[in-house]
């Protein structure tokens, strides 16, 4: 994936974290969904004071990115503020797959300058897919 595209969703994601809505945490997460038709959508996490309710940056963008209409991810960036890489939580990284492939690119980044860059399937392995159901089986 081209550096431009990486700094261009990086700022995205930049710009949605400020906006992260963490007053409980304190941690503010911004994530950006490049989407194979080569749309942006930016997304930040949204705590609540009733906890279990908040709801992770990748969960907004890719919401963000359903509503438009797009539904494959061609890369992912997860921005976090300190020198801390911010890995995705479990759920999110079956969110993601939903709309992914397996060599699908999730790429972390930080502040501080730091990046790495992971697949879904190494962030999530033998992830459960629309194919597993019975009820798809023929589908697929
Ligand atoms: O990948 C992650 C991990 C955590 N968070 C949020 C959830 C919560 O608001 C805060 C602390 O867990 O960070 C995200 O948005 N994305
Ligand atoms: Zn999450």
């Known amino acids: 994936m081209e550096n431009k595209r ?3 969703l990086t700022e ?11 007053p409980y945490s ?3 997460v911004g994530a950006a969904v490049l989407t194979t038709e080569e749309s942006i959508f930016a ?3 949204v705590e609540n004071a009733a906890y279990p309710l908040g709801q992770c940056a990748e969960a907004t ?14 890369a992912i960036v997860i921005s976090s503020p300190n020198d801390d890489l911010c890995f995705p939580c479990g759920g999110c990284r079956q969110k993601i797959a939903e709309f992914a492939d397996d060599d699908t690119p999730v790429i972390l980044v930080t502040d ?3 990046q790495e860059t992971y697949t ?3 962030l999530l392995p033998h992830a459960f ?3 597993h159901l019975s009820a798809n089986k023929e589908k697929a």
């Not at 995205?12 to 963490?22: E, I, L, V, W």
């Open 6 to 8: 990486i700094t261009q």
């Open 12 to 22: 995205s994601a930049q710009t949605a974290r400020k906006n992260a809505h963490a």
């Open 26 to 28: 304190g941690f503010h």
């Open 43 to 45: 997304g930040c996490n």
């Open 61 to 74: 963008a890719i919401g963000a990115m359903v509503a438009s209409g797009a539904t494959k991810i061609e």
């Open 112 to 114: 501080c300058g730091k």
């Open 120 to 122: 879904v399937g190494e």
């Open 129 to 131: 897919r629309f194919s």
